[in-house]
């Protein structure tokens, strides 16, 4: 495949004429072939690639169903007055009119032909389902609502094969004041009558839209938009405004601010806004960011509050912060890297359970770093502190014995119980109780108790002396798994490949780095550790990792598990492709196989070349 980035290439639309090479482009990326980009414009190829990460099935249409849409919104006032009378003036063609929400899920649809009405509620672009590009690929709705422009699909350029004698143009509608995405307007014909207009049309139906919210926006919106302007040109910082109906935020508040730190922020402001509370308040926000936020109300012309403009401050990380001697939260101990939310939240939760002296159980997935961030976390805020370790796996006639050893005679700081989820229900209730007894008669004295616990699975059987043993925690602190957090790969690769390689001159190439980011990782961390071994095993100990160092498995896109003897054949293909630098012609021969047939198997398998 072309490793060009598509932004970098020259766009460019295609003739009608070229329906055939369009259509040739499209199979050829769908089978990993390279696609001749002058057939097949830019920004569809950038669609094509985000709906492969997607996962959607170009062979069919699987799209969700939603029975509880706001039918009663702003957006559907303003809207059926203009598509009303768009209608009218269409009435008896083959065309369709569609309003969707923020996310791409269709609120109304008005079709003129009966023929064009069957065939869309056939592949469910209807009210209630959603047409958004992660469930259908490629499309007018998704792919505008996705780059935030104006976009046109035509024919052979959707990804799924169901909507290709489709044509369609999309563009997004943006709310007057605040300029927040609130819906989309698409207009879908058959592919054959397809022409310029249907752009043109597209656009003109979203502005008359963008005017019918204004003329029913409020005089407290407008009073609060301009206060909203004139505090972003005054400042470089971060600037939040709200009031009950609107939400403004500039461009560094939606860059610093993770949307869980934005959603907090915006609860706090509430409050200041309807409290007798002062207007500059610290806090720390659920990434572990600390913030000074100053809250200035807006006042209109009738003297009556429009709403509330913010000046948010974050303090960096070697920054003292007001009335705290503490390290700042969203600092990590050495040797424990990553910077999404999830993962800074959960450190956040473990550092405030250690340093207040709160028993917490730390539940994951196996390999997801348990152990580890108890540990460590724990030697970071004591560095004397003595920490003992005992691991339930392997509980023995005396493993209690030295349990309660631990408790009765403070033989450490801290305690670190592993894996107490493996304990039979005689041993989970036992040391239930030795945890209860030293905890009720030392009180402040007890050292502080983690335990480890792998996440139950929900089909089995509860255990009661395990669900005691838990209760004894004041917290229960659940670790995220590594796919739920891929882009903390950028930092957990570098970290290992240092501690992998002889000099610390290993490194990883982007491309081989976005094949690790598109793994699930169900091993997690000790599962990513060992792929990075095996790689400077088998490979090199300096130099850059590339794609063809990696496990076989990780050069496929595969949506299903394969058996043993599939992924032997999968291995085989990859290895022969590496070998003839991607050449499927050479390869087939040197596997005994038809061109047509490893043609196939690259598809089947999702093998990316």
């Known amino acids: 495949m072309d490793d060009v980035p598509p932004a970098r290439r020259r766009e460019r639309r295609p003739r009608p004429s070229d329906d055939d090479g369009l259509a040739h482009a499209r199979l050829s990326f769908l089978t990993n072939e390279s696609v001749d980009h002058d057939q097949v ?76 009405q069957r065939h869309l509620e056939g592949v469910h672009l209807a009210p209630g389902f959603s047409y958004g590009e992660q469930f259908v690929g490629t499309n007018g709705i998704g792919t505008a609502l996705e780059g935030r422009g104006a976009m046109h699909v035509f024919g052979h350029e959707h990804y799924a094969e169901n909507l290709e004698n489709l044509a369609c143009a999309g563009v997004p509608i943006h709310h007057p004041i605040s300029g927040r995405t609130i819906g989309a307007i698409d207009l879908t014909c058959w592919r054959k009558d397809a022409g310029k207009l249907l752009v043109a049309l597209a656009k003109s139906t979203a502005e008359q839209i963008r005017q019918a919210l204004l003329t029913t926006t409020g005089i407290r919106d407008l009073e609060l938009f301009q206060s909203y302007l004139q505090a972003c040109q005054h400042t470089s910082g971060a600037v939040i405004a709200l009031n009950n109906n609107v939400v403004m935020m500039n461009g560094r508040a939606r860059q610093a601010l993770d949307p869980d730190d934005q959603s907090a922020l ?46 948010i401050r974050a303090f960096e990380a070697d920054e003292d912060t007001p009335g705290t ?15 999404t939310p999830l993962w800074l939240r959960c450190c956040r939760d473990v550092r405030a359970c250690c340093a207040d002296g709160q028993w917490v159980a730390l539940a994951g997935e196996p390999g997801v770093g348990k152990y580890t961030l108890a540990s460590r976390m724990f030697q970071w805020r004591n560095p004397t502190g003595r920490l003992h370790t005992l691991d339930a796996a ?15 005679n403070h033989g450490a700081d801290a305690l670190l119980i592993r894996h107490v989820d493996r304990l039979d229900s005689t041993n989970a209730a036992a040391l239930a109780a030795a945890l209860r007894e030293v905890r009720d008669g030392e009180g402040g004295g007890a050292p502080w108790v983690a335990v480890t616990v792998t996440q139950p699975r929900e089909e089995a059987e ?64 000790t599962e990513l550790y060992r792929v990075l071994k095996q790689t400077t095993r088998h490979r090199r100990r300096s130099g850059t990792i590339q794609p063809s160092d990696l496990p076989a498995d990780f050069h496929t896109v595969t949506r299903r598990p394969l058996t043993q003897l599939e992924s032997m054949e999968r291995d085989a ?33 999702g093998i990316v070349t």
């Open 41 to 116: 414009r830019d920004a569809i190829v950038a669609s094509w690639w985000r709906s492969r990460q997607c996962q959607v099935p170009a062979d069919r249409i699987e799209v969700p169903y939603f029975d509880d849409l706001d039918l009663d919104s702003p957006l559907i006032h303003s809207t059926e007055p203009v598509l009303r009378r768009l209608g009218e003036q269409l009435e008896g063609q083959p065309i369709s009119l569609i309003l969707t929400d923020q996310a791409g899920a269709v609120l109304t649809q008005r079709t003129g032909d009966p023929d064009l």
């Open 266 to 311: 915006l609860t706090h402001a509430a409050q200041l806004l309807g409290e007798d509370r002062r207007s500059t308040t610290v806090f720390d926000l659920p990434t572990g960011l600390r913030v000074q936020m100053h809250c200035r109300r807006v006042y209109g012309t009738d003297r009556s509050m429009s709403g509330g403009v913010l000046h």
């Open 325 to 339: 001697g503490e390290p700042p939260p969203s600092r990590l101990p050495p040797g424990m890297v990553g910077h």
């Open 394 to 408: 392997g509980a023995s006639a005396g493993w209690l014995d030295a349990v309660r050893r631990e408790l009765r």
């Open 462 to 525: 509860p255990n009661p002396a395990l669900a005691e043993l838990l209760d004894l925690q004041a917290r229960t602190v659940h670790v995220p798994p590594l796919r739920y957090r891929p882009e903390d790969l950028r930092e957990l690769v570098p970290f290992f490949l240092e501690r992998l390689s002889d000099n610390g001159d290993l490194s990883c190439s982007p491309a081989a780095m976005q094949q690790l980011m598109r793994s699930t990782w169900p091993g997690n961390i």
């Open 573 to 605: 293909i990859v290895k022969n492709l590496n070998d003839t630098r991607g050449n499927k012609v050479q390869a087939a021969k040197l596997l005994g196989i038809s061109r047509a047939t490893i043609y196939r198997k690259i598809h089947d398998y």
